[in-house]
Structures are given as C-alpha cells and as structure tokens.
C-alpha cells in the first residue's frame, strides 16, 4: 500500500499581500529580472524587469525587449511579442521533446542574454486537488505522483477567483438627471429595476480574483516514492474568499534541481520583500547570461518544462459555521431619511446608498426611505460584478 507524505514546502504565500501598482516603467537601469518558464508545450510567459533600491519597491518592468526561442539544431525559432509593459508571451508551443532549447534576450540598448540549450521536462499530471476543514480555518492540497520515479523536484502556482455578496440588497438608487431637467437638483430616488421593482442583484453579486503572489516548491528527493501531497492555500476562519464560492486553479510545473535550488535561494531575499517582481538584492543568479557582458549580474532561471492544471471548487455550504462577515455592516446605520432631492448630494458626500422604503404616501410614491453604507451595500466597491465564463 503506498505511503503518503506531506511535503515540506520551502515558501509559500499562503497569506497573500496585495501586490504594489506603482508601475515605474525603465529600461537599461538595475540588473535585469527574468521571470518564467518555458512551456513545451502551450504558451509561454516570460517577464523582464529591473531591481530598484531596496527600500524602493516597485516593479520596474523592461519594455521593447525581442524574445525568441530557439532550437539548438536551427530547426525553428519562436517568437515571444510584449503584451503588456514587461510581459512577454508566444504563440502556443509544441516543441520536439529529443531537441534542446534556449530562450534568448534581446533588450532595446543592443544588450543580449540567453539560457543554455536543455531539452524539456515533461511534468506529471495532477491527480486530484482536495481540501479540509480545521478549526483554524481551510487548507488546500494538490495531490499528484511520478510513474517515472525520475521527477523530484515540482512548482507550484495557482490563480483563485471567489464570489462574494454584499452585506445588504438594495432596490433604490440614486440616479442623475439631465442637467436641463432637474430643477437645480442633481439627484433623484429611482427603482433600480424599474420594471419589476424588486431587488438589484447586479450590486449584491460579485467576483474578486488573485495570482499567486509566492515561491511554492516542493522537493521528494528524500523520500521512498515521488508522492506529492504539498499544501497550496490556506484560509483563516471568516475570510471573504470562502464566503459564498471560491475556485482555485493549480498548475503544475516539473523542475531541475537546479531551478528548485535557484528559488530555494530566491526565498531567502523573498521572505522580507514578497516575491520575485519586488527590488532584488544582486547575488541572486540564475541560468541566464548576459552573452555582450558575462560578468554583467542577470536575476532569474528559466525553466524549459510542461505545465499540468486543474481547477476545483469550495462551496460555503460544504464548510461549518465559516462565520464570514462584512466589516463594519453589522448594525443599520442612521435614521430614515425623507425623499427630499435637495438631500441627496450630502448623502452621496457621506458615502450614504438607498436601500429599501421606509413609508409610502396614501396615494403610492415614496416618501422616505433607508440608507447604509455604500461598501455595504455595492459589491462593486470591492470588485467586479461581471461573472467570469466559467462560474458554474
């Protein structure tokens, strides 16, 4: 009967930081940050940046750069184009798994870096992706093994989406008006759905999503079998990700033990800063050369290996007593307020939102009515209420 171990993972995110948005776009300065993995077998994403000080931390990202694959029998070249600022991606790849590749760099000063050629590393399937309940909170776990017994050394990323609610259903709103036409008054109460006049749900229902934001590895060099059940997230009790539904999707990545020690080395500048993207102290080298300069200092190993994805679901209904809750929304706030147009702008000042009628004249119309928060009531504050293609 097979054994099964829980891995030891070198890093994990498991508490996600919000990454930084100050985007500083640069070109020639810092050393240069390569980020990526090489799919033998499917897109390519590569990213090229810049350290910065590291009391500065920012993403510098290296725009204009020419990235190619290439052969070491010449028997093709491909292309990656920039997608966004410092972000690179092909075409989806099928290369030869007997021949060896090498990414190569060109930047927009002349300055050209490439890898070694190595053949690919085809990655195992993942068998399963299970979770449990503690009385902590949830851990996630992927589950796969090696038939080869030849693979020791794994990657691990995911990309997780969750749908969350607002804390109150609203059926008003506050709706501009023409400026010809509001009568010095800029606002007017309205139905949200004036057809049916009930509940609007495209401000209670949203979906918020996340990559992973660390270096998740996992090693069965020491072990009897290449069994893999590593943890890959974990949730504390109450938190908004589980609060309705949540999806996480794992890929995969097979490893040499050179990259798993090049990340092994990553995480300790990693730990203190965040992740890779983060200023970078120099020393960390990887296999990537600067073919103009080689004593010049390049951050970064690239990878040339297969990825394997599976997605799953956790819905709240199957978890105990999560006890989620949107912060600062337990109680009502404030008192009824009369549908006076003169009133409105104050309220919006003071992030006021309409809810529900208070009281109806004899003869139909509203006369009052009540208000909350807005982040209690519009889920939109906090994310996207587009539900994404492949919500169930």
Known sequence: MKKWFYILIVFSAVNCRDPYTVIIPTNGDGVLVVEGIVNGAGKTTITLSRTT??????????????????????????PL????????????????ASTKYRLRIQTSDGREYATDFKNYIVTPAIDSISWRQTSEGV??????????????????????TWEFHSAYRTLLGFMEVDPSQNDGYKYR???????????DTTLFVCYNERPSNGINIVSTERLAENVVLAPVRSFPTSSIELSVLYSILVKQYAI????????????????QLGSIFDAQPSEVSGNVVCLSNPSEIVIGYVEFTTVESMRTFIDNRNLTDWGYKLENCDNYFGNPILN???LFEELIKQGLFPTTIHEEFPGGGIKSFNVQKEDCVDCRRKGSNIKPDFWP
Do not use: M, W
């Not at 109460?189 to 509940?199: A, G, H, Y």
């Not at 040499?256 to 730990?271: G, H, I, P, Q, W």
């Open 81 to 96: 184009f920039e997608t966004t600022e410092g972000n690179y991606e092909s075409a989806d790849l099928a290369l030869d």
């Open 340 to 342: 006076d147009p003169s």
């Open 139 to 160: 851990d996630v776990f992927t589950n796969s093994h090696d038939e080869t017994g030849q693979l020791e050394f794994f990657k691990l990323d995911y990309h997780e």
């Open 256 to 271: 040499s033990k050179e990259a798993f020690e090049f990340y092994d080395r990553v995480k300790k500048n990693t730990e």
């Open 189 to 199: 109460l309205k139905f949200l759905d004036p057809v049916t006049q009930s509940v």
């Open 53 to 78: 000080r590291l009391s500065d931390k920012r993403i510098a990202p290296e725009r204009s750069a020419v990235l190619t694959i290439e052969s070491e029998n010449n028997s093709g070249v491909f």
